[in-house]
């Protein structure tokens, strides 16, 4: 199909963060991302422009029309709404971009959104550099490492209306957090957290690694803003996994310059946590999904997922188990959660995290494994391989061999089988 060209101004595009925390500044996307590049890779689909021409200004009766789009609409709301209104007026302005077009669309704009997510968005040369910097810092240490992108800031907490033990600092702390989204109705704590809608606990998330099969002297790099509780609620998490770092620990003096810009921290989070052997993603945001899929796109890295709904009354009980009927009980939770290549299959979830329009498919016959040159596969058990690089295929392969011997290989016990993730 051909694609409706547009103009788009991008130095409008701003990258509006969940967090409102003091003193902090919210980067534009020019000082995020390079833009001639993104404006260089979409040219064949979209007319990007940096600014409105001064004549189109001058020409305009009215400040440019805002509007904001309902989540999750379908292209025919932009058609039948948006596009009167950009005739008439020449310029719109959209004031949200997050979750603003449907789940499931055209397999064409599928495609568009993947060449968005994979392809045009890149980061600015210093935050690219750094961020490679970091990732071989953590190489320089450890050849594998897991990357745990933790989610436990104050708003975060707020905003999910979830309670962790502090007793009434906590729900005071909290409450007033809370009261910046007037909307947010009144929830039940325990009900979110039997619901799988409350982020674990940095213990919880080291206790789960653990059960998994991950021993203490696993690499760990924690992605994260301001923790709640701060170091003690990291302390936990630190005596679980000894090798502990972060981009403040690995950086230094390399990053103050960053240090006023909430998104750029964030952009230096992602790009460690995409180059990780293992991602954890602790919540279902934006920044989890994203990688989540763009993982999978680029080569089918494992990211885990915590299964919280599950997982919440086991670690209620777990002072009632021994620790090999609490690692078992884990691992079954988990099922489904491990980051398996069958988890990818089209109408599942969000399309940001599982993009499968985008993933090149083509069986062949387990027997040709070995001699196989073909870039589309499929493993004896039917699971389907994306077009990878061979790095990414071997890896997919690897994972697809195990699932077929085991039904679910505990992730650690997987690795160890494959490679020298976990010391000796």
């Not at 996307?29 to 890779?41: A, G, K």
């Not at 409105?52 to 200004?57: G, N, Q």
């Not at 309902?70 to 949200?96: A, G």
């Not at 071989?136 to 708003?155: Q, T, Y």
Request: proline share 6%; hydrophobic share 35%.
């Amino acid at each position: 199909m051909n694609f409706v060209r547009y103009q788009n101004i991008v130095n409008q595009l701003h990258n509006h963060v969940f967090t409102k925390i003091p003193n902090l500044i919210c980067s534009d996307f020019p000082n995020v991302f390079d833009v001639n590049w993104f404006i260089s890779i979409l040219s064949k689909d979209v007319t990007i422009i940096k600014r409105i021409p001064d004549k189109v200004m001058r020409s305009m009766e009215k400040p440019p029309y805002t509007m904001r789009v309902p989540r999750k609409s379908e292209p025919e709301y932009y058609l039948d709404q948006v596009m009167p209104i950009l005739l008439r007026r020449r310029v719109v302005q959209l004031t949200k971009f997050d979750y603003r077009l449907a789940n499931n669309l055209d397999e064409e704009l599928q495609k568009l959104r993947c060449r968005v997510n994979y392809h045009a968005l890149r980061f600015t040369k210093r935050i690219q550099d750094l961020g490679q910097k970091l990732v071989s810092r953590m190489r320089k240490m450890s050849n594998r490492f897991i990357a745990v992108h933790l989610r436990f800031e104050p708003d975060m907490l707020a905003f999910s209306g979830c309670y962790y033990g502090g007793g009434d600092k906590e729900r005071y702390e909290l409450g007033e957090i809370r009261k910046r989204w007037a909307t947010l109705p009144d929830l039940s704590p325990e009900g979110e957290r039997q619901r799988g809608k409350c982020p674990l606990t940095p213990h919880e998330v080291g206790l789960m690694l653990r059960a998994l099969g991950f021993r203490n002297d696993t690499y760990l790099y924690v992605a994260s803003g301001e923790i709640y509780g701060g170091e003690q609620t990291l302390q936990p998490l630190r005596e679980l996994f000894p090798n502990f770092y972060t981009k403040e620990m690995l950086a230094g003096e390399e990053l103050q310059p960053f240090f006023p810009f909430s998104s750029r921290l964030a952009a230096i989070d992602y790009i460690v946590c995409d180059e990780s052997n293992v991602f954890v993603a602790n919540n279902n945001g934006n920044m989890a999904k994203i990688l989540a899929g763009r993982r999978r796109y680029m080569g089918h890295k494992r990211t885990i997922r915590p299964n919280a709904k599950k997982l919440s009354s086991l670690f209620m009980a777990r002072n009632q188990m021994d620790w090999g009927t609490f690692a078992r009980k884990v691992k079954s939770c988990q099922r489904g959660f491990m980051g398996e290549p069958e988890e990818m299959r089209p109408g599942r979830g969000e399309f940001y995290e599982y993009p499968s329009s985008c993933i090149c498919q083509k069986p062949f016959k387990y027997a040709d494994l070995k001699n196989s040159n073909d870039k589309y596969r499929t493993s004896k058990a039917g699971t389907i391989v994306p077009e990878t690089n061979d790095k990414g295929m071997k890896s997919l392969q690897r994972l697809n061999e195990s699932s077929v011997r085991e039904g679910l290989v505990p992730l650690a016990e997987e690795i160890i089988e494959n490679g020298n993730f976990l010391p000796g």
